[in-house]
């Protein structure tokens, strides 16, 4: 059974960063892709980036890009989300999210993935 824990959520100022931890266990990884996705209060959720752990290439959703990064530590089995220049929109719960590669380029939608971690809260004050 895959589980998934975040970690690193928090409170910060606008222009702050924050460095989110997802920790993942019950597989070897090496077939997956691991996503990043977030959800605001009263809104669907959104695609934030997700990474092959294979290859360590990164897709980001296009509200984040150049702001935040996505990384993976196979030794540690660890997928990190380094967020830069943070702004109040940015806040929201952020969820870690994985699922076997089945060829395609990209997955950005909820629907395709399968396990889930139980967020973790960033808030963003202005």
């Known amino acids: 059974q895959v589980q998934l824990v975040e970690s690193g959520g928090g409170l910060v100022q606008a222009g702050g960063s924050l460095r989110l931890s997802c920790a993942a266990s019950?597989?070897?990884?090496?077939?997956?892709?691991m996503g990043w996705f977030r959800q605001a209060p009263g809104k669907d959720r959104e695609f934030v980036a997700h990474?092959?752990?294979?290859?360590?290439?990164?897709y980001y959703g296009d509200s984040v890009k150049g702001r935040f990064t996505i990384s993976r530590d196979s030794g540690k089995n660890t997928v990190y989300l380094q967020m830069n220049s943070l702004k109040p929109a940015d806040t929201a719960v952020y969820y870690c999210?994985?699922?076997?590669?089945?060829?395609?380029?990209?997955?950005?939608?909820?629907?395709?993935?399968?396990?889930w971690g139980q967020g973790t809260q960033v808030t963003v004050s202005s």
């Open positions: 990474i092959w752990w294979s290859s360590g290439v990164p």
């Open positions: 019950g597989r070897t990884f090496n077939s997956y892709v």
């Open positions: 999210a994985s699922r076997v590669s089945s060829g395609r380029l990209y997955y950005n939608r909820e629907s395709d993935y399968e396990y």
